[in-house]
T-cell receptor
Framework: ETGVTQTPRHLVMGMTNKKSLKCEQH?????MYWYKQSAKKPLELMFV???????ENNSVPSRFSPECPNSSHLFLHLHTLQPEDSALYLC?????????????????FGEGSRLTVL | DAKTTQPPSMDCAEGRAANLPCNHS???????VYWYRQIHSQGPQYIIH???NNETNEMASLIITEDRKSSTLILPHATLRDTAVYYC??????????FGTGTSLTVIP
């Protein structure tokens, strides 16, 4: 139990569906992240939020739309996905994001949401 | 982008020390070395981090060379539950991590 909860754990959707992944953290952190892990590939950083503001979009296609209504919740809205988007989507949180000056705490990951696009 | 090089796989006998190497020859002066591990189909788990000095916690020890161009993660008494992919990452902030392919460690009974 890491204090980061992701739902749903498994999701199957068609290419024309709209669905959302949810992440909630109970750690009092202010930075939240979405990572994508495709089969046999390294984790790919997708989005970073710090105090509800997006600080990084790692060239992610617009069919993935993040939302961070507060520091405890992070969503990933999905629409018109492709089969190659099937992957494990991992949410993480940390104390806060600092551009310099040393670490502000490690990342705590959720268990992930396994997405299959048919 | 990942700035580290790790062997793709390693085996270790149960109960023995597992020594996982990492090369980070282009590390900057303000970058920390972090280690995470990922057990199959779970989220990565933080293990340890360091800047210059060797570090030890309840999970592992981290040995960083004097020139900081490489490091070794040591699991002193490996168990079957330590079978996982181990990631070595360098980061100035400890937040924006870019994971490489890591080392797949298999602990053998």
């Amino acid at each position: 139990e890491t204090g980061v909860t992701q739902t749903p754990r498994h999701l199957v959707m068609g290419m024309t569906n709209k669905k959302s992944l949810k992440c909630e953290q109970h750690l009092g952190h202010n930075a939240m992240y979405w990572y994508k892990q495709s089969a046999k590939k390294p984790l790919e950083l997708m989005f970073v939020y710090n105090f509800k503001e997006q600080t990084e979009n790692n060239s992610v296609p617009s069919r993935f739309s993040p939302e961070c209504p507060n520091s405890s919740h992070l969503f990933l809205h999905l629409h018109t996905l492709q089969p190659e988007d099937s992957a494990l989507y991992l949410c993480a949180s940390s104390l806060s994001l600092r551009l310099a000056g040393g670490p502000t705490g490690e990342l705590f990951f959720g268990e992930g949401s396994r997405l299959t696009v048919l | 982008d990942a700035k580290t090089t790790q062997p793709p796989s390693m085996d270790c006998a149960e109960g023995r020390a597992a020594n996982l190497p990492c090369n980070h020859s282009t590390i900057s002066g303000n970058e920390y070395v972090y280690w995470y591990r990922q057990i199959h189909s779970q989220g990565p788990q933080y293990i340890i981090h360091g800047l210059k000095n060797n570090e030890t916690n309840e999970m592992a020890s981290l040995i960083i060379t004097e020139d900081r161009k490489s490091s070794t993660l040591i699991l002193p008494h490996a168990t079957l539950r330590d079978t996982a992919v181990y990631y070595c990452i360098v980061s100035p902030t400890g937040n924006q991590f870019y994971f490489g392919t890591g080392t797949s460690l298999t602990v053998i009974p």
